[in-house]
């Protein structure tokens, strides 16, 4: 039992370059988010999943998009990365019932 | 608008005392708080909860109280130990809603000297 797994670790991009991050979480949860950290910011969220197939915008959602198309996986794409964008990114989810969220290890993206 | 404060950014205690962390929220629909605690490079792992319809819920060293009034909780860690020293998140949810989202605060990072 893995939890939640973020691919990749470590990612280091010029401005304009695209990418996706991907999650995977093997608990059957229905609820999956995409967050940001950044220094004195605490965790931001940028997008969110309420189930398969379905997305929606969270607190800072713009430059990037997801996608939810198999329940255990959560994908964020940067189509055109920014220096703002550097960050660390972590993914989340819980399951119907619940409130904690479990996070994986994340990603820590520098634009450069 | 910070609807999850948590206002002591930092927090050293000696090993062995009590740390208490400290967070106050302004949406009174919140009915359920959380607290996460977070080492660098990693994660935050889910630590604590507690249902607005409690006051007090413990969990072996930890134990978070709700004060709805005041609409304040802390999270009291005792005693504390060097492997504490972490980010401690607080983290509030409202039932109302599908979407099981989470409003967290900034963080208090909390150091636990030998």
């Known amino acids: 039992n893995a939890g939640v797994t973020q691919t990749p670790k470590f990612r280091v991009l010029k401005t304009g370059q695209s990418m996706t991050l991907l999650c995977a979480q093997d608990?059957?949860?229905?609820?999956m988010y995409w967050y940001r950290q950044d220094p004195g910011m605490g965790l931001r969220l940028i997008h969110y999943s309420v189930g398969e197939g379905t997305t929606a915008k969270g607190e800072v959602p713009d430059g990037y998009n997801v996608s939810r198309l198999k329940k255990q996986n959560f994908l964020l794409g940067l189509e055109s990365a920014a220096p703002s964008q550097t960050s660390v990114y972590f993914c989340a989810s819980t399951g119907t019932g619940s409130y904690e969220q479990y996070f994986g290890p994340g990603t820590r993206l520098t634009v450069t | 608008d910070q609807q999850v404060k948590q206002n002591s950014p930092s927090l050293s205690v000696q090993e062995g005392r009590i740390s208490i962390l400290n967070c106050d929220y302004t949406n009174s629909m919140f009915d359920y708080f959380l607290w996460y605690k977070k080492y660098p490079a990693e994660g935050p792992t889910f630590l604590i909860s507690?249902?607005?319809i409690k006051d007090k819920n413990e969990d072996g060293r930890f134990t978070v109280f709700l004060n709805k009034s005041a609409k304040h909780l802390s999270l009291h860690i005792v005693p504390s130990q060097p492997g504490d020293s972490a980010v401690y998140f607080c983290a509030a949810s409202k039932h109302a809603g599908n979407n099981r989202k989470l409003i967290w605060g900034l963080g208090t990072s909390l150091a636990v000297n030998p």
């Open positions: 608990m059957n949860h229905e609820y």
């Open positions: 507690i249902s607005s």
